[in-house]
C-alpha cells in the first residue's frame, strides 16, 4: 500500500461538480466516490483532498460523495477521520462534509 | 395577449392565458399566434414560463400546432423579449441590434437542460454580471449550489415515471437571469414543467412525517402553499432520510449569505417566500402553475466585496 495520495478536486474531476448520481449529471457525488475517492483510500494509507477551485458544491454532490462512503461502502467514519484529510479554505465546507459522513451510519 | 404577464401582480390571468397556449396548440392543434400589441410588460418569472411554454409546443411535442407571434409595438418589451431568446426560440430574426445600448446586460437567453450542469449555474452569473460586477465568492458558491441543487430536484424528483408527457420531455429545466435595472436587483429563475413540490413531498417522505412537519408549523388544513413550507421545513430537520432532504434548504443560502433579498418558490397551486433574515410568507391561488419555478431576487448592492477602505 502506498503512503499518501492528493487529489485535487477541481483540477482531476471539475471545476463544476453537481447532482448526487451518475443519473443526475456528468460531475456527479457517486462519480467522484467510485472514481476517485474509493481507489485512492483502497490503494493509499491515507489522503488529502483539495476541495478549493470549484464554482462551488451542492449538497447532494458532497453527501454522496463522502457520506456514500459510509452509507454505501461501509467504511468506518473514524477510520476516515483518520485517514482523509479536507483542505479548504472555506471551514464550513469541510465542517459539512464531516457532518455528512458522521451522519451517513 | 393581456397589457401585462406577471406572475406576481396578475398571476391568475397570466397563468390562465399561457395555459390557453397548450390547450390550444397541444390540446386542440390549432395554431397560436401571439399578438403583442397591447402587451406592454412581461415580468422575468412569467417570461420564463412563456419561454418554457412556447419551447414545449415548438421544440417536444411534436403533434403540437405551430405557435409564433409579432414584435410588440413597446420597444423595451422587445428588447427583453429579444435578450431573452423568444424571436430565436420562434425562428424569426432580432429586429434590434444585438448589444442593449444601455451597455447594461438585462436579460441573458434563456438555457434548458435535462441534467445537472455545473457549467451552466456558473456561466449564467457570469454573462449576467459583466466584467464590471464581480459577485463575492462566497455567494457565488452560494448561486451555484442553489442552482446546482435545483437542477438536481428536477433531474431526480420533478417528473416521477407515472407523470404524464412524452419520454424527452422528462427533467426538463429552465433558466433565465435578469437584471431589474429599475430595483437594482439580479435576479435568477428556474423552471420545470414536473408535478410539483405538493405532489412529490408524500413520495419523499412518509405521512407521519409530514404530518408532524405541518403539525409543527401550526398548519391544520394544508394547501399547496403549505406543503411547499413544510417541504423546506424538512429539508432542514433530522431525519433518517437526511441524506436527501437537504437539497431544498440549498436554495436558502444564497440569500442567507447576501443577508439580504428573497428566494420565491411557485409550486402547483402555492408560493413559497422566504426572505433574509426568516421571514416567510406563503399565499395559495386558484390556477396551477403546471410545474415549480425558483426565483432568487437579491440586491446589486449585496453582490459584490465591500471595501475596508484605507
Partial sequence: M?????????????????????????????????????????????????????????????????????????????????????????????????????AAK | MPPKLSLYNDYESTVQFISNIRAIALGQRRRVWLDFDETTQIGPAAMLVLLAEIYRCRKIEANAARVTGSYPADKKLERDLQDAGFYKLLDVRNRLPDQNPSGQTEYIPFVTGTKTVGEVADGLQKALLGPTIHMRPDLSSKLYRGLTEAMTNVVQHAYPPDAPGPRRFKSRWWLVGHIDKQKQQLMVMLFDQGVGIPKTLP????????????????????????????????????????????????????????????????SSRGQFEYRAGGKESLTNHDKSLGGTLIEWTVPLAALENVSNGD
Avoid at chain 1, 465546507?93 to 455528512?100: C, G, H, R, T, V
Avoid at chain 2, 411547499?228 to 432542514?236: E, K, P, S, T
Fill in chain 1, 2 to 102: 502506498k503512503t499518501q495520495k492528493t487529489i485535487n478536486l477541481a483540477l482531476q474531476f471539475s471545476r463544476f461538480p453537481g447532482g448526487r448520481f451518475n443519473t443526475d449529471g456528468e460531475f456527479n457525488g457517486e462519480k467522484f466516490r467510485e472514481k476517485f475517492l474509493k481507489p485512492a483510500l483502497d490503494e493509499n494509507k491515507s489522503i488529502v483532498v483539495e476541495l478549493d477551485g470549484t464554482a462551488g458544491y451542492g449538497s447532494s454532490f458532497l453527501e454522496e460523495a463522502f457520506g456514500g462512503l459510509v452509507r454505501e461502502l461501509h467504511m468506518d467514519p473514524a477510520d476516515l477521520e483518520r485517514r482523509m484529510t479536507l483542505v479548504s479554505n472555506d471551514k464550513s465546507l469541510i465542517s459539512e462534509i464531516w457532518e455528512y459522513i458522521k
Fill in chain 2, 203 to 266: 413520495k419523499n417522505y412518509n405521512a407521519e412525517l409530514i404530518t408532524a412537519m405541518l403539525g409543527s408549523l401550526g398548519i391544520i388544513t394544508p394547501r399547496h402553499a403549505e406543503f411547499i413550507q413544510a417541504a423546506m421545513a424538512l429539508g432542514r430537520s433530522k431525519t433518517k432520510d437526511e441524506h436527501r432532504g437537504r437539497g431544498l434548504q440549498d436554495l436558502r443560502s444564497f440569500v442567507d449569505n447576501a443577508g439580504t433579498g428573497s428566494l420565491t418558490i411557485f
